[in-house]
Every structure is written in structure tokens, then in C-alpha cells.
């Protein structure tokens, strides 16, 4: 490895200015917002003073107590958690067949393609989510087709708009780039010889994928999926626009704790979890792809 | 990338952040659509300087940006709760009352509230109520009460409407309409009769299409939902949207008879503002009735300035969620600012609804 | 072959589909001749006549653009460095300070940067918006950066320095075309993230700074009218020929050879 040829010298200039970077602009902010979970809510709004007014500090684990206190914060948190791996898997299976023909064009298109494939997102969030909302309403083309099909059936219309489903499509939606670009990166640097030379050992399409093509994408697949799943977990605009009345999820509820409850510290506390809980889960999925990849190059 | 391309965008971003000429600057930080452009114009004329604008769409919004030290504005508009959060953290610097001397032109009625007796810190500015809009077309043909509280939350009339109402996604308006319709005040910070309302919502819920203070009135507008929980406002451009789109049917404000919420926004002075004097003359040119009048005409708030009403439309002032009659306005109610403690117990019990199935 | 070729097309031109009808719909709708975003009614340009005489938008616009240049401009080259470092030495704390950004709730990021700015009497306005926008655009081009240079053949850098090749100059003539496909993934996505924010931006926004989204969301309990869209449709086109004419200016750079 050739970072043992490194002097600790250029070590430094290439960790340093990010870290320095991430450790003003954002260790320090977010640690005063980890004291504020320690702290109690201001009466009007914000923190009450750290030094009461017997002169003690004013800290406390009560915040932390709220969490367990009832069921109803896990409940949501889980249902963020499906709906979140819901959205990273059609991420995956929609981005994954895009980012192969872009890989594979010809170097002439690739940009284009490429561009093509974000130009969309430049546009505002909110008039995409509506324009989501003109296509899954009540009177447009699609819910006519879908409940014209289970009329058929005989059964009950089923609201596409102000739905979980418009929930999951809109956040598909919206998260498909951050699939497609690690994925596209990953795939482009594919050696096709090596793709050709199984297909001359007799190897078949599927075989070439599964067993070349795919195991050497797990780098790319991880990365576009920890850049979905974890925001896809805190999401909240989604479900204030066109989610029903179901459909609040865990970024919500931290939303609520900022804003109309005016509760900081508990909504540090939710915070707190939910970071916690996505770099975990975003660690245990890397660990478990170390793993499985060490098997499949093994196979 | 070469040179060129390096060095535009650090121009551009130096030319943004130069400071523009020194021009006299009033920053009003605002509801979105809240203060007709013509009156800005006017007051720029009129006072030599510049309005620069910047919004926001929730007072907790504003709330939340002022609590964690913000500051730069001059003049902002929250509503009557929120003025009593700003005064209690202290946010707010007091009026001086000689500088406003159209503050006569104020309905005393709406002069003089408990958590700013004497008008110390705020004026009113204009009014809406939280109110019932619906398709009257659709709503005569289901054959429902428009009237009432209880045909967002009575089972008995919801069944015929299902999945094409919307209420409010705050649960401080959810509530207190419920307490309305439970006959109890806006105000109520009995815990039984929260977990009573609680249970209310939670037997309506399966009915409603969404929780949803942001795209219901397109979609009241549009057609796709018949009944909503909202701002008077809100269901007035509605009306006047689905007019000017052709439509046959009409978006009609109902005013319930159980009782209503009535929102007051008012100007108010931030402690730092940059510059109180323009603030001062800001407000009482926006006392001045002609002013007052032109965001009314625009987009059908309530307008607390008696002199305002000699230029208000009059299909305007013939709505009575919008000017209410005596006896509607006997029923209307200012909500009041709850402690920690309460608020604390109004989350938890709106996390319970929104999670329960 | 052929088949497959065909499987391929189709499911990408599913995908692509997905992707731009609901923009079809954006851009058709800037002509709708209705105040809402809803329905269509009938065709018309005044929403483009409008927004010509709307200097608020446009200055908004303007301003989301530059932060967006800046803000992708440093996270790429910041970014770009994390994932190099995360990938050559066994790091601990840089990748939970990488990754961390993406995960923390943005309301919670933006309140802590406003109490840490205002804490220093840092004034704020569009720099102190470019500041919060790099911080959390660094993770996600680091983990692009990072995933593309897995399995990368050392051997090649190896070799260079063999030949005499100081650091930077190994950096500069082996790795970084090697990553470039993923350095660029990177910029496009923070330049993304940076011109629809909305959150963070909303908190870290000076008294009279208006970027579009904040513009836009403060319409969002009234009306959203095509005069958005229409802003929306130009935005676009406009960020499409910056790009193109960068991408002809520098093509020895962005080509991966």
C-alpha cells in the first residue's frame, strides 16, 4: 500500500482541510445542539438558561426519559426505516439498468446522458412534488387506469394522491439521481475485456452479471445507497405535501419538536437517535458488504 | 477547470456580496403575498428608501430563526400568540407612540389584548379565521351541513365524504376547532378535555384524505377535494382562482356556528432592528386606511382599520368570515400561548393521533 | 445480443421516463394559463412576462446559483480529498464527520450553524449560507469519490512514484483522472443539493438574503404559481449551458483518458 510511503506530511494536507472544514462548520455546531439535549426547553421558545436562577447548571436527562416513556416514537421511527429501505431498493432497481447504458455508451454521449439524468433536479422541489400531484390526482389518466382495473375487480377505488404510495413515489423520485451518479462512477471504470472473456468461456448474460458485473458494482451500490437511505430517514416535506394522514414519519416528528412544540431539546434527542441509528446501520451494511464481497470473490 | 471558468463564479458571488449603494434600507420580514406590491412602491416613493423583503410561511418558523439569535430585521408581522412569545423572550422593542399617529384609525375592539395591554409593543395589521371551505356544488348534492364543526368530525356526515376532506396539519387549530365543536373554549387547558378532543380527531381521521396546511387549497380548488379546514384567506383566492379557471362550481367560506379561530397578525419592532425609524414610519403608513385597504382588496383578509372601510369592496365586507357580524364575532376566538408543560402534552398527544391507525 | 440490448433500452428508458415526466409536466405548466399549479386551462406567456419584471425572483435566482457554483465548487475539491484520504489510511474520525452531515436532520443543522454564527457575530447573508452548504455536500462526493477508488489499483501509483513522480504530481497525473467520473458524479450531486436547499438555507439566510427556494417555500401555504415554473425552466436551461460551455473550455480535464 502505498500510504505507507507517506510522510505525515502529506498525510495532513489531505485530511486536514476537509477535516479542519467539517470539525468548525459542523462537529462544533452540532455539539452545541448534543448540550441542548441535556438542557430544558425555554418557555417561549428555544433553551432555558443553561445557569438557572438557584445558579445551579440546568441539566437534565429528561429529554432522553421522554423517548422510552411510550411506544408511539419507536413505532414512527420504524415505519421511517421501511419506508426509507422501500425507497432505496426501487432506487436501486430503477438507477441500476440507467447507470449501465450510461456507462456503456460511446465516451461521446456518456456527459450527456449524464446531465440528462440530473438536469431534472434543478428544477424546484416543490413544483416537481406538484407536478407529482397533477400526475397521481383523482381525475388524471393514471388513478382513472388503476381504479378503472379494480372497478373491474369489483373493488373499492384506492386514493393514489395523499397516499403512502404518493409518499414512496415522490421520494423514489427524488432520490433517484444520488443512486444513479455512485453507481454510474462505479460502473464506468469496468474492464468490458473482462466481460468478454467470460462471455468466450461460455459464460451467459445473467452469469456475466451476477458473478462479474454485480460484485464488482457493491462499492457503487453501497454508496448510492447509503446517499439514499440516510436522507431518505429524515425526510419531511414529502409527507406534508402529498402524504396521507398515516404517513408522518420520524422527520416530521422532529420538525413538530423545532417548530410547533418549540421543545429544542427533545427534538436534539430525536436527532441524536436518528443520526446514531443511520451511521450505524449505514456501518453494519458496509461491514456485511466487506463480508459477502470477500465470499463472492471467493466463489 | 481553466482560469475563466474559475474566476466566474468568484466575481459573481464578490458582486453579490458587495453592499449595494447605501440606500436607506427597511427589511420587513413577512408572510409571503402579504402586503400588496403597489403599497411598497408607495412607501419607497414616499420615504426615499428601499423595502427589502424576506419571508417566512409559519410564525413557529420565524419563532425558531429569532429564538436561536437572528437578527437584521426591522419590522415583522406575526400573529397575536406569537407576539406573546416575542414579548415573553423579550425579542421586541417597545413602540413609541408618537410616531404613529394613525394608530387612531384602529378598531378599538381589537386594541388593547391581554398579552399586550396598552399596545406596547404591537399593531394590529390584518386578520383571518380558521374557518370551513368547500365545493358548494358537491356539498348540495352529499346534502350536508356547512355550518358546523361536525362535518369534519362527525362520522355520520363524514361517511358520505370520504377521502375528499383535508383539515389543518397544526395541531393547535385542530384542536381548538375540536374543543368548538365540543362546546368548549378555543383556550382549554384542561387535560381531560384535550384527551376528549384527542379521541375526536382520532375517530374522524380514517375519513380525512390528509393532514395538510400546503397544497389542500389547490386541490380544494381543483376540484379533487370538496372539504377543507382552513384559513379564510386561503378559500377566498381559492374562490377566486377556480372563478377565473372556468369552473362550475364555487368555493364557499363557512363560517361555523359553534365558533371560530381568529388569527390577528400584527407589525411588531425586532430589539435590533437596524432601523427603528423607518420601522415607525412603515406602521403608520400602513395605519393609513387607503394602505391598509389595498391588501384586503387583494387577497380578502380581515382588516382591523375602521378607516380602511370606505375603500374595501364591498362583496368584500359582505363576508362574514371576513368582516363578522356581532354575533359571529362573539364566537371568535384569539388562541392564547400555552407553557412548556402544555405543549408538551399537545405534542404527545398529536404524535399519538398522527401514529395511530 | 440484440435482446438484450433491447432489455437494457427499455428498462433505462423506463427509468428516463420516470425521471422527466413529472419536469414535462414543470415545463409545460409554466404556460398554463391558471394561477395554480393544478389543472390545465389554456396557454399563455405571462408567467414568463411576469417573471421578467419580478426582480425579487430573480435575484433570488441569481443568488442561488452563485452559492451553488461555490458551495459545489469547494465541497468537490474538499470532498474529493476525504474520500481519497478515507480510502488510502485507516481513518476513524473523518468518516463519521463525512458521513454524519448526511444523516443529522437538516432543521437540527440548521439551528446549531445559526446559534454557532451568531455566536461569533459572524454576520449572515449568502457567505455564511455557501459555509452550511459545503459542510454537508462534502460527504456525499467523499463517498462517491471513495466507492470509485475501491479496488483501484495501487500498482499504478506505486509505479509513478517508482519513476520519480512527487505526491501531487502522482495525484494529479495518475488518481485524480482515474476518479474523475467520480468527482464529477460528486460536483453535480452537491450542486444539486445546493440550489433546491431549503432548510438550512432558511436558517442560515441573512435579514435580506432571498435565495429561490426560500422564495418558493414561503409561497407554499398560498399559492405556488407557474411563474416558479417558469423561473424553474429557465434556471435549468441556463445551468445546462454553463455547464456545456465549461465542459467545452476544459475538455482535457473532464475527459477520463
Redesign the interface.
Known sequence: MSARRDSRWERWAVTGPPLAYLVVFFAVPTLIMVMASFRSPGDFGGLAPLVGADGRLDLTLESYARLFEDTVYLEVFAKSVVYALVTTLACLMLAYPLAVLIAQSPRRYRDLLLLLVILPFWSNFLIRVYAWMIILGPNAALAQAVNGVLAAFGAEPVPLLFSSFAVLVCLVYVHLPFMVLPLYANLEKHDRALLDAAQDLGANAWQRFWRITFPLSLPGVYAGAALVFIPALGIFAIPDILGGPNDSLIGNLIKQQFLETRDWPFGSVLSIVLTVAALSLAGLAAWVGRRGGAEIARA | ??Q???A???L??TA??LPAAAAD?L?L?N???YIAPETVKRFEAECKCEV???????N??L???L???????DVLVPTGNTV???I??GQLQPLDRAKLPNLKNVDPAYLDTAWDPGNKYSVPYAMSTTILGYNDAKMKELGLPTDTWAVIFDPKHLARVK?RV?VL????ELFAAAFKYLGYPANDVDEKHWREAADLIKKA??Y????????Y???L????IWLVHGYS??IF?ANQ?AQ???RKFRIVQGMPKEGAVLAVDNMVIHKSAPRPDLAHRFINFMLDGKNSAELTNL?GSGNPNLDAAKYIQPELKALPAVFPPKDVAAKLEQLN?L??AQ??L???L???I??A? | MRSRKVALWTAAGIAYAFLYLPLAIVVVYSFNDSRLNAEWVGFTLDWYRKLAGNDEMIAAAGNSLAIALVASLVSTVLGTMAGVAMHRYRLRVLPILVLAPIAIPEILMGVALLIFFVMLNFTLGLVSVALAHIAFCIGFVAIVVRSRLAGMDESLIEAARDCGATPWQAFARVTLPLIMPGVIAGALMAFTLSIDDFVITFFTAGAGTVTLPLQIYSMIKIAVTPEVNAVSTLLMLLTLVLIVVAARLSPSLLRTE
Request: net charge positive.
Open positions: 477547470m481553466t475563466r471558468t474559475l466566474f463564479p468568484f459573481l458571488v453579490l456580496a434600507k427589511h420580514y408572510w409571503n403575498n427589502v423583503q424576506t419571508y417566512y410561511s409559519d413557529e418558523e419563532l425558531a430563526k429564538a436561536a439569535g437572528a437578527k437584521g430585521y406573546e412569545a416575542l415573553k423572550g377521502g383535508t396539519d397544526s395541531s393547535a381521521k380514517p380525512w384524505a390528509a393532514f395538510n396546511a400546503s397544497s387549497i389547490k386541490e380548488t381543483v376540484g379533487n384567506n386561503d383566492q382562482d377565473a379557471a372556468g387577497i400561548e407553557n412548556a405543549r408538551r399537545r405534542n404527545r398529536w404524535t399519538e398522527k401514529a391507525r
